[in-house]
């Protein structure tokens, strides 16, 4: 009977542990290797947002078709987005190609 005390006071412990420990939420905001001015800062706003609220952000270009041809535009454009996000969060993973998705992942500072 104490064995089964226990185990049953430690999955207790454990899940108390479990419950007070943070989850992490990752937002995602989708651009294209030619995404308009209007639209970028559109985006950006919501990126500022989730960072406010103290969620990672993973932004990426997805490229279509041939359009994997504009690479280059598609690194500058997430470039752009992590210098203009340095206020609100740090990136964690510079831009990389995986497939046809340019990925790169930003968390928020601590501070805010």
Same mark, same amino acid.
């Given at each position: 009977?104490?064995?089964k005390k226990f185990l049953y006071e430690q999955k207790k412990r454990e899940k108390a &542990? %479990?419950?007070?420990a943070t989850k992490v939420v990752i937002?995602?905001?989708r651009f294209g290797p030619n995404t308009d001015d209007h639209?970028?800062?559109f985006k950006k706003k919501h990126a500022i947002k989730f960072l406010t609220d103290g969620a990672? &952000? %993973?932004a990426f270009v997805f490229f279509k078709g041939r359009s994997i041809v504009f690479k280059e535009q598609g690194q500058i454009l997430l470039l752009r987005l992590a210098q203009d996000l340095e206020e609100y969060?740090?990136?964690e993973q510079l831009p990389q190609l995986e497939g046809k998705r340019m990925i790169m992942y930003i968390a928020p500072k601590k501070g805010k």
């Open positions: 009977m104490d064995y &542990l %479990k419950s007070k937002k995602e905001i639209d970028y800062e990672k &952000l %993973k969060g740090k990136v």
